[in-house]
């Protein structure tokens, strides 16, 4: 059984500095002392401040969790995955916020660069300080064209992952995603939203309650990882 006792936060806003240039960021920090922290970014459009990422945000930030989510446009995925690194890097040597171990999240091609971010950390980096991946609408392939699957990085990753994903989403079908999870070496749980494409829009339901469902599962995965920890 799970505490679902809501908290306040207090949000915090930051530039993170990347290469020559700095990232905005905003932190949602409970009013607790802190444990774990999820750092969420967004797709190839939209920035941090893209609705869900701010009602997933909030939702684990009243429940305990510090929250970063950060913007960097671009469609380069390299850039992408740098600018991810940084965030990291940020929040591991951080005085401030002194975080036990984080969980990498990330919407469409912000869950790429996240996913890319975990598959690359060296076994030397053994401090355990990433617990998770959280892919939200993980673009597993280009519609329409299935035979060209972005799969590697899954393949690489050791620690656990959530993928939240629409059973029609165009861009992740979804027979392709359960087969490359079957595959997968790292410990996984794919959570179907039903009939919801890509943005996670489905007919006639509210865009708040599809936000709904989605955070009361991605908090309880977490919830489910930080508490074998204990």
């Given at each position: 059984?799970?505490?679902?006792?809501?908290?306040?936060?207090?949000?915090?806003?930051?530039?993170?500095?990347?290469?020559?240039?700095?990232?905005?960021?905003?932190?949602?920090?409970?009013?607790?002392?802190?444990?774990?922290?999820?750092?969420?970014?967004?797709?190839?459009?939209?920035?941090?401040?893209?609705?869900?990422?701010m009602s997933l945000a909030?939702?684990?930030?009243?429940?305990?969790?510090?929250?970063?989510?950060?913007?960097?446009k671009g469609l380069n995925?390299?850039?992408?995955?740098?600018?991810?690194?940084?965030?990291?890097?940020?929040?591991?040597?951080?005085?401030?916020?002194?975080?036990?171990?984080?969980?990498?999240?990330?919407?469409?091609?912000?869950?790429?660069?996240?996913?890319?971010?975990?598959?690359?950390?060296?076994?030397?980096?053994?401090?355990?300080?990433?617990?998770?991946?959280?892919?939200?609408?993980?673009?597993?392939?280009?519609?329409?064209?299935?035979?060209?699957?972005?799969?590697?990085d899954l393949y690489r990753?050791?620690?656990?992952?959530?993928?939240?994903?629409?059973?029609?989403?165009?861009?992740?079908?979804?027979?392709?995603?359960?087969?490359?999870?079957?595959?997968?070496?790292?410990?996984?749980?794919?959570?179907?939203?039903?009939?919801?494409?890509?943005?996670?829009?489905?007919?006639?339901?509210?865009?708040?309650?599809?936000?709904?469902?989605?955070?009361?599962?991605?908090?309880?995965?977490?919830?489910?990882?930080?508490?074998?920890?204990?």
């Amino acid at each position: 059984c799970y505490s679902t006792v809501k908290m306040s936060h207090t949000e915090v806003k930051l530039k993170i500095p990347f290469g020559n240039k700095l990232l905005d960021a905003v932190c949602l920090v409970p009013n607790k002392s802190l444990t774990y922290g999820i750092i969420l970014t967004h797709g190839a459009s939209g920035d941090m401040n893209l609705p869900h990422l701010m009602s997933l945000a909030s939702h684990l930030a009243s429940h305990g969790f510090f929250c970063l989510r950060f913007t960097c446009k671009g469609l380069n995925i390299v850039h992408r995955i740098k600018a991810y690194k940084s965030v990291l890097n940020y929040l591991k040597t951080s005085g401030e916020y002194k975080l036990a171990g984080v969980f990498l999240g990330g919407r469409s091609m912000g869950s790429r660069a996240a996913a890319s971010v975990i598959c690359h950390i060296e076994p030397d980096d053994a401090d355990d300080f990433v617990r998770g991946l959280i892919c939200i609408s993980y673009p597993l392939h280009h519609p329409k064209q299935q035979h060209k699957l972005r799969d590697e990085d899954l393949y690489r990753i050791k620690d656990p992952v959530l993928f939240v994903s629409g059973s029609a989403d165009e861009m992740c079908e979804k027979n392709l995603l359960e087969k490359v999870a079957q595959k997968m070496q790292a410990p996984n749980k794919i959570h179907w939203i039903e009939k919801a494409n890509h943005s996670m829009a489905v007919k006639g339901r509210s865009t708040n309650d599809v936000f709904k469902e989605i955070n009361t599962q991605i908090l309880f995965w977490i919830q489910e990882i930080t508490e074998m920890d204990k």
